[in-house]
């Protein structure tokens, strides 16, 4: 019972980001090594992003995401908060994109846990202004 790791899979609803993903649709989210692996639960489809490849991790309540991504303040919320997984990565064509997730106040706090690994295995950066 003790010393088992815990399961670091997280339950989620796509949001937008993904080819092939319909929006509002389960898959689970795991960092696997160095790997952050998404599976669509039906028809199983599983998307693997390199860890390298991933720029930020953000984390965020529906509002604040509609507006920020969405330049709208709308709200889809019918009694249940909607907190948001930003993933923002640099793509194979080297460009910048995102993947977005949701979830409730449950997977918030995952959301908040993978945001703070991936701020403390950032290396410091220097530069001068």
């Known amino acids: 019972m003790f010393g088992k790791k815990k399961n670091s899979i997280i339950k989620v609803m796509h949001y937008e980001g ?12 795991e960092i696997k090594d ?12 599983t998307v693997n992003l390199s860890i390298t490849q991933i ?11 509609m507006m920020k991504y969405h330049n709208n303040d709308g709200t889809t919320d019918k009694g249940i908060k909607k907190y948001y997984l930003i993933i923002t990565y640099i793509s194979k064509n080297n460009e ?4 977005a997730f949701w979830g409730t106040i ?4 995952k ?11 950032q290396k410091s950066n220097s530069y001068n202004l």
């Open 106 to 109: 449950f997977e918030y706090n």
């Open 55 to 65: 720029k930020k991790i953000e984390t965020m309540e529906e509002p604040r995401f």
């Open 96 to 99: 910048e994109k995102y993947i």
């Open 18 to 29: 993904l080819d092939g993903f319909i929006q509002d649709y389960p898959c689970t989210i």
């Open 34 to 45: 160095d790997i952050f692996e998404i599976k669509r639960i039906k028809p199983e489809t």
């Open 111 to 121: 959301f908040l846990d993978l945001q703070n690994k991936q701020l403390n295995n």
